[in-house]
């Protein structure tokens, strides 16, 4: 049988901006059907802080501290929590809700389209697994998050190696299609992290110090050799060919989807009104 023809975009490095206009202008693309699915693959210049759709960038986070370190700044049209994005390779998944056999739930389709980050992780030779919430206290952390840090702790179907988190994603669903992108990290620089957000106090800010390296790991902390974004790159693109049973074609956007792409980037991503709304 004839699998499935999905569009693969690696963007490379980015503006924080033009990677979040890239994602939803593509989530646009495809609900208007003038392009089928796409798995994007990318990377941020500069380092950049993200915050989710939700989140008080006033209120979590220390606005002065990404200035004075030359960070991006930007806010997703996905939910969750504030991510560092510095050494990691970058996802995207836009595929229709109503796309053959994907779940109706929001968890279990996380869980479908996480399969190929699974298989990836597998592909560098490490012991990946999803991560389910196994008592009340993980679950009742995931209805009111104790910090505003995204690899605090992991969620429904995050992957998880030797019990850290090793991937971070956010899905929202627009126009009847889901926009799932995430962050692989290959390193962690915790202090950095920690840097840029405002905590009630010292003492909260020293139990998070603590706290993030045994919840959160980097791919490099895990293994002896040291793995580059592009084998990442080719191991989770085989990855989600497997694991969705699809092909990956390779696509470049056209002079009119550019246009549309930094209009968007333009009216909305690089303006305060979206970026520090309250």
């Given at each position: 049988m004839m699998k499935a023809k999905w569009y693969f975009i690696n963007s490379g490095p980015c503006r924080p901006?033009?990677?979040?206009?890239?994602?939803?202008?593509l989530l646009d693309f495809?609900?208007?059907?003038?392009?089928?699915?796409?798995?994007?693959?990318?990377?941020?210049?500069?380092?950049?802080?993200?915050?989710?759709?939700?989140?008080?960038?006033?209120?979590?986070?220390?606005?002065?501290?990404?200035?004075?370190?030359?960070l991006g700044?930007?806010?997703?049209?996905?939910?969750?929590?504030?991510?560092?994005?510095?050494h990691e390779l970058t996802y995207s998944i836009i595929v229709t809700e109503q796309y053959p056999n994907m779940p109706a739930t929001v968890t279990e389709a996380y869980r479908v389209l996480s399969e190929g980050l699974l298989v990836g992780f597998q592909n560098l030779g490490l012991e990946a697994y999803f991560s389910v919430p196994d008592t009340e206290e993980k679950r009742a952390d995931l209805k009111s998050p104790k910090s505003a840090v995204c690899f605090d702790a992991p969620s429904w179907y995050e992957l998880v190696v030797e019990g850290k988190k090793v991937a971070g994603s956010a899905q929202t669903r627009q126009k009847g299609v889901i926009l799932q992108h995430g962050a692989i990290l290959l390193e962690l620089d915790e202090e950095k992290l920690l840097s840029v957000f405002k905590f009630s106090s010292d003492k909260v800010k020293e139990r998070m110090r603590k706290k993030l390296p045994e919840k959160a790991v980097a791919i490099n902390q895990l293994t002896s050799k040291?793995?580059?974004?592009?084998?990442?790159?080719?191991?989770?693109?085989?990855?989600?060919?497997?694991?969705?049973?699809?092909?990956?074609?390779?696509?470049?956007?056209?002079?009119?989807?550019?246009?549309?792409?930094?209009?968007?980037?333009?009216?909305?991503?690089?303006t305060d009104e979206w970026n520090y709304r309250k």
């Open positions: 901006s033009y990677n979040m206009a890239l994602d939803e202008a495809h609900s208007k059907g003038e392009i089928p699915p796409v798995i994007r693959f990318y990377e941020w210049n500069p380092a950049t802080l993200s915050i989710g759709y939700f989140q008080s960038a006033e209120k979590d986070i220390d606005l002065d501290a990404v200035k004075a370190q030359n700044f930007v806010r997703r049209p996905t939910g969750g929590r504030a991510v560092l994005h510095e040291k793995i580059t974004i592009s084998q990442c790159i080719d191991a989770f693109r085989d990855g989600f060919e497997k694991a969705l049973d699809i092909e990956l074609v390779p696509y470049e956007l056209t002079s009119e989807q550019l246009e549309y792409v930094r209009n968007l980037e333009e009216k909305k991503y690089l």
